[in-house]
């Protein structure tokens, strides 16, 4: 089979870099679930597309533009068709949280003249890759009187960054006779903000000095980190990897390149036959729970609502939706490693460069978790992806019983609709600074809007 690049002509070679372009900027913009929420409502704005919540009639017609926001962590986007709801939806949903680490909520201390802020890592890390490096922090934080401060350091050339030290080699002799889980151990991920003493102050002097800032910088109380939301993430932009920049690295591929590939797509859509829909959300990495989650009501309740605004609602035909509806779950997959070639079965591996990839199951160990797509769906999928041309391999996470995991797909699959994971082969999945090529991007993009046009 060949790559991608291979396929393409000059100008399909320029767009395939152009997109990438505004892929990068998407990923410099959404450091976290509500960043990416945000770029996500700038660009649906911008494509025509209006909050249901804020229009004054509620009632939408085919070739409509609409988006729900939920708790300001997940969105979910529709272009309504010419078809009735209950015919069914074409869905594409990616999850737009990523590994990092999060502050505790009493996070401020001082030990041996340096202030540190206490963590509790997110999501499924090697800890030892997250210490000495540039790291931004980034959220909110929310005061009593209901004003929410936004924060974001360590992204501006002029920002201060802030970090988790490790051991010097010269020092690390029993630190490296450990095993790869225990070399940096979870309460060890302490984040170091700070080392001017507040000459004033009685005791915890440097503690008191970074108090001061917070307050005339930032308005930010002690008490105030109680109700806050601030997740430390590798500081600086995405780049183009590679001499060739055929790759871009950066943080948070995992999954924001399907959620801007599927954004991307939905943005195009104008007048389909059955409605696209574009699910964005939160809390994939820790289980897919909590109002944020896929777990939530939330996605439910807009079909709910779009019922009310095309025609009557009734559970009847919420069940038939859902039943009729068809879904790529759009999240990532393991990208073959030359380096570490032993845990890959090759023919059924993902390749960088090879286009879209399926995955028919994820789980572990006998497929355990797994949603284990259809094989009549698979193939009206393939007949969509060959007509339009869109490159797709399939694959599966590593060997059997090398490891596993799972994705929102067995989710949807619950409301009984058809569904496969789709997505982009990342490299370094879960590192601060994961790979994805260009071409696999690309390639993505063209797929999910196929989908979104040409599933029946
Ligand atoms: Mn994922
Ligand atoms: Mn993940």
Redesign the pocket.
Known sequence: MKTVWEKLNNVETKALFDFNEGYKKYLDAGKTERECVTAAIQLAKKAGFKDFNAMKSKKCKAGDKVYFVNKEKSICLYVIGTEPLENGLNVLGA?IDSPRIDLKQNPIYESDGLVLFETHYYGGVKKYQWVAQPMALHGVVCKKDGTVITVAIGEKETDPVVGISDLLIHLAGDQLSKTGSKVVEGEDLNLLVGSIPDGKAKDDKVKSNILKLLKDQYNIEEDDFISAELEIVPAGKARDYGLDRSMVMGYGH??RVCAYTSLMAILEMKKPKRTSCCILVDK?EVGSQGNTGMQSRFFENTIAELLDATSTFTDLKLRRTFSNSKMLSS??SAGFDPNYPSVYEKKNTAYLGMGLCLNKYTGSRGKGGCNDANPEFIAEIRQVFDTAKVQFQTSELGKVDQGGGG?IAYILANLNMEVIDAGVAVQNMHAPYEVVSKADVYEAYRGYKAFLEKIK
């Open positions: 999850h995992d999954d994939e999240d990532v994705t």
